[in-house]
């Protein structure tokens, strides 16, 4: 269900906290539009220990996978990637369907290897929103509806005190394009 | 400087010609682990080197070095007798001036052995010493296995070797730096014969679910024997494997004086770092051009010279685009027609004893004229657009070749090798 509890501004300042942990970055450089990789000289290591810091903080399973490798698995070899390395037109409309303008204009045509250059703070903070926004109607433990924070981060129920579990970020993804998949017919 | 002996237990066979005769005809060593248990891992693959092949160590007189010696070792000492063999080493005289340098990492702790440890924890710092003390259980040899250097050490003991005894320890260049930093020693003069090489056993979970973890391991494959495909599209990540190889480098001179059978020379020898990223390559291959460039002037050769690469081609994405790139910069125009192949599309990747094996393969198919295939190459890749002498060995004469192998954390070493001439 989407969530309330914990606001969009106070998870981009958790990532925050997780960027300048990892990279040693200046927190006041770290936008919403900056690239992990291009503005703040992330590599690919430094997803793994952001991803993980976030993990620790909200209590999620953030995705082990991109988007693109779970097309190419549900929906067969090329169907993501082309055979010149270019993300196909279908990949391209299932990017901007889940995340909107996050990853900005891909219409021009992008190369798998540029990809992960697009991935920025604000694309990593609607990431963890996703994921936050598959909190339970009910308490798993104790089946009651009583969710509440007290620190703005982890959510657990006001009943029993059992911290929420969320949706492990890949399988939203693959619950995400199965439902489309069934939805629009895109393969 | 000239190559006296060499040896190799690998993936593909108990030695060298073996090993040589499956990678002729395109053969994988690659099929599921089943060393440690793997059910749930998203990467289940790896190359073995078969129990039956390893040296016996109750067999053999020295077998006291037995509870110190790593799996890594012990391959290890299997490569190095038949080199020794080859090389006639036991019959070199002055033992002072034969020396050990050996790539390799200790051995990784066992899940066995934390267990055991963990009995005396409380999980708050504080431990129950007086009953791990005088446990049986825990092995107080447990130590010298963990330990990088125990390898080079014991090689020495076993091979009479009283020269310098070096451990190189950085990753996939290690078996290379071994034999450069060896090359080094004999120019100096400070000995005649050194015994140069690597030696990998990490297939246990340890040593494996780390590199899981960094999603460093091919993950996606139909069977494991197609698992490892260098320069191919669909490549995913590198197969890890297990193996030893090792070379007797031996001053010239010295050589012809016991009327050794030289089997080829070692050029030159470079070696570089990235110094940028702990896992990702340097985006425009500065350090792998480096080491490239620098075995190449160490030979005093130009690209120009060189008729073959044995490609570090380890199958990850970023490797061997990476590695196509610095090859571009060093052959300019003439990039596309330098046969470039890589090993490790039948072997997987032996790490510190990649290197090594793959020098070895390189000379031998100088011998027999035939350039060993990149196999799994199906789909081109247009970033990687050389001649990567796809799926099936090619019959060529070639006199000097280099041998690339670029670590993770970006320690690179390059290796000139070349036909012996009079």
């Given at each position: 269900m ?13 990532l ?8 040693r ?6 936008k ?11 590599e690919s290591?430094?997803?793994l220990d952001?991803?993980?810091r976030?993990e620790q903080?909200f209590g ?5 996978h991109?988007i ?28 901007k369907?889940r995340y909107?303008?996050?990853?900005g204009?891909l ?11 697009l991935?920025?703070?604000g694309s ?5 929103l996703?994921?936050l926004d598959t909190?339970p ?9 009583a ?8 959510v ?6 059992e ?6 970020g ?17 393969f | 400087?000239?190559i ?8 593909l ?10 990678a002729a005809?395109g ?11 793997t059910t749930g891992?998203?990467?289940?693959i790896?190359?073995?080197?078969k129990?039956?092949?390893l040296?016996?160590p109750?067999?053999d007189v020295r ?5 110190f010696?790593s799996?890594?070792l ?25 020396g ?10 066992s ?21 791990l ?8 040899f447990?130590?010298?296995?963990r ?6 050490s014991?090689?020495?003991?076993l ?17 290379p730096?071994?034999?450069g930093?060896a ?11 050194m015994?140069?090489g690597?030696?990998?056993?990490t ?7 780390g590199f899981v ?18 320069f191919?599209?669909?490549?995913n990540?590198f197969?890890?494997?297990?193996g030893?190889g090792?070379?007797?480098?031996e ?11 030289i089997?080829?020379?070692l050029?030159?020898?470079g070696?570089?770092a ?9 985006p425009?291959?500065e350090g792998?051009?480096?080491?490239m ?6 030979a005093?050769?130009?690209?120009d ?8 081609g380890t199958?990850?994405?970023?490797n061997?685009l990476?590695?196509?790139?610095a ?6 125009e003439?990039a596309?027609?330098v ?6 599309s ?15 393969l390189?000379?031998?198919?100088m011998?027999?004229?035939l ?24 019959h060529m004469?070639?006199r000097?070749a ?10 690179n070493?390059?290796?000139c ?6």
């Amino acid at each position: 269900m989407k969530q309330t509890l914990i606001t969009e501004q106070k998870v981009f300042e958790e990532l925050k906290k997780a960027i300048v942990e990892t990279l040693r970055s200046d927190e006041a450089a770290i936008k919403p539009e900056s690239s992990l990789i291009k503005d703040l000289g992330a590599e690919s290591l430094d997803f793994l220990d952001i991803n993980y810091r976030l993990e620790q903080t909200f209590g999620i399973k953030m995705a082990r996978h991109f988007i693109l490798e779970h097309i190419e698995e549900m929906f067969g070899e090329g169907s993501a990637i082309d055979e010149n390395g270019q993300l196909t037109e279908k990949a391209i409309t299932l990017l901007k369907m889940r995340y909107g303008d996050v990853y900005g204009d891909l219409s021009g045509g992008i190369d798998m290897d540029t990809v992960p250059t697009l991935i920025t703070a604000g694309s990593m903070t609607q990431g963890v929103l996703d994921l936050l926004d598959t909190l339970p109607e009910t308490c798993s433990k104790c089946g009651n509806t009583a969710w509440k924070t007290e620190d703005g981060i982890r959510v657990k129920c006001g009943s029993c005190s059992e911290f929420a579990t969320f949706t492990n970020g890949d399988d939203l993804i693959k619950n995400w394009l199965t439902a489309m998949q069934q939805e629009k017919k895109i393969f | 400087m000239v190559i006296t002996g060499v040896g190799m237990v690998t993936p593909l066979g108990r030695n060298c010609d073996e090993t040589f005769a499956n990678a002729a005809q395109g053969r994988s060593g690659i099929d599921y682990i089943t060393s440690f248990e793997t059910t749930g891992l998203p990467c289940r693959i790896g190359g073995q080197v078969k129990d039956a092949w390893l040296t016996d160590p109750e067999s053999d007189v020295r077998h006291r070095f037995g509870r110190f010696s790593s799996r890594g070792l012990r391959l290890m000492q299997t490569a190095t007798l038949e080199a020794a063999s080859q090389a006639g080493l036991e019959t070199i005289i002055d033992r002072e001036r034969v020396g050990v340098s050996l790539g390799s990492h200790g051995e990784n702790v066992s899940v066995s052995e934390m267990s055991e440890l963990l009995r005396f924890y409380d999980g708050n710092g504080h431990w129950d010493m007086r009953g791990l003390l005088s446990s049986c259980q825990y092995s107080p040899f447990q130590f010298f296995l963990r330990k990088p250097d125990t390898a080079s050490s014991i090689l020495s003991m076993l091979f009479d070797c009283r020269g310098s005894s070096l451990s190189i320890v950085s990753a996939c260049a290690a078996g290379p730096q071994a034999i450069g930093e060896a090359y080094r020693i004999i120019q100096d003069r400070k000995a005649d014969v050194m015994i140069a090489g690597g030696c990998e056993a990490t297939l246990n979970f340890m040593g494996f679910i780390g590199f899981v973890l960094i999603k460093a391991l091919a993950e996606k494959y139909t069977t494991p024997q197609t698992a490892s495909r260098p320069f191919d599209r669909k490549r995913n990540g590198f197969v890890m494997s297990e193996g030893a190889g090792a070379v007797v480098l031996e001053d010239l001179d010295h050589a012809r004086s016991r009327g050794a059978n030289i089997l080829g020379e070692l050029l030159g020898y470079g070696s570089s770092a990235d110094a940028y990223r702990i896992t990702d390559t340097h985006p425009k291959a500065e350090g792998a051009f480096l080491a490239m460039a620098g075995a190449l002037e160490d030979a005093s050769l130009t690209a120009d010279d060189i008729d073959y690469v044995n490609a570090h081609g380890t199958s990850t994405v970023q490797n061997d685009l990476v590695e196509s790139l610095a090859i571009r910069r060093i052959f300019g125009e003439r990039a596309r027609s330098v046969p470039v192949s890589s090993n490790k599309s039948m072997m997987g990747h032996t790490i510190a004893a990649a290197g090594a094996i793959e020098c070895i393969l390189t000379l031998m198919g100088m011998h027999r004229s035939l350039i060993l295939p990149t196999i799994n190459y199906e789909h081109r890749d247009p970033k990687c657009d050389l001649d990567y002498v796809p799926n099936e060995a090619r019959h060529m004469p070639y006199r000097r070749a280099l041998s690339n192998s670029f670590g993770f954390g970006g320690q690179n070493a390059c290796l000139c090798i070349g036909a012996f001439e009079e």
